[in-house]
């Protein structure tokens, strides 16, 4: 008897909307009647045992059992396949062509299951004062995250029960189908590329493996960081599904406006207003910086607004460096609003004593505007 004289599923005594196990279980069955060990000399079992494993051969195989749905033993046969020799073969062989050329895309890494899917990263923005930017900070926060389930230990299974192979892929975690003269594979829709599905899931999971819960974590923030700083804390994101690895947290780093100091960088720097005596005489101004020490900044006599004076190494940190930036403070003259009687007296004298050799750049403005409209 031939397999190729009856239709596989009949051999199988099976329906063609069978699922994999009940065709291995049916296989079995039959192999076990028919084998020629429990009929010695029997002619008709022997060629009936290899009938039934030829059905099987074909039907526990998702990429050649589709074929045979489609076209028969035809799928088989010489023109279809490239003849003969054992069913199914030709299209294991389109499949190890696709394999070579195009890679695990169609079929690569020999069978093996899907790799597991890792968690996903996630995201946690932190705002901090500039004070802190320029220490460093030790702190602790607390996240709603996916973790790996307590009850089944992230497996997905009810304790003492476990997994089983996938019948429809047969533990591929994946499944080919014929589409004109093409191959297609792609994840198995049962187990989702796994190979294996469980079935007893985890009551506290729901078989995910994972639960949500709050989590406390501990967070070291460098001196020197700046708003965009990333900080990752590695496999402290959502934990992977059914033991699958977690990702990664990332802190996102905001840094608040400081009341006096600008930053640009590793640079501070502020606007000093003096009065004008003082940048007319010249002075000091004492600038405190974020350490806490005080810096004296002198004042060279007949400054002008938006003068800038630079002190080195009184800036921010450098992130994960050594030194520090500089501090900037930007001179800003402020004219007096509020004048005693004596003190108009002597502006007044001292302006009837102006020659103009004063105020440079003012004497020279006028000048052009002589020039410019002809005196």
Known sequence: MSATEIDYYQLLEVSRDADGGTIKSAYRKLAMKYHPDKNPGCGESEAKFKAINEAYDCLKDPQK????????????QQGMGGGGGHPGADFGDIGDIFETIFGSAFGGGGGARQQRRRGADLRYDMEISLDEAFHGKSTEIEIEVSQSCKTCDGSGATPSTGERECNLCNGMGKVRAKQGFFVVERPCPTCHGRGAVIEDPCSDCRGEGRVDRPQSLAVEIPAGVDTGTRIRLSGKGEAGPRGAPSGDLYI??????HAVYHRE?????????ISFTTAALGGSVDIPDLSGETNTVDIPAGIQSGKQLRVRGAGMPVLQGRGRGDLVVEIAVETPTRLSKKQKEILVEFRETET????????????????????
């Open 65 to 76: 059992r589709a074929a045979y749905d489609r076209f028969g033993h035809a799928a088989f």
């Open 252 to 257: 996102f780093v905001h840094v608040k406006p």
């Open 265 to 273: 960088g590793t640079t501070l720097a502020t606007r000093v207003p």
């Open 356 to 375: 103009g050799e004063e105020c440079p750049e003012s004497r020279g403005f006028f000048d052009k505007l002589k020039d410019a409209f002809g005196g």
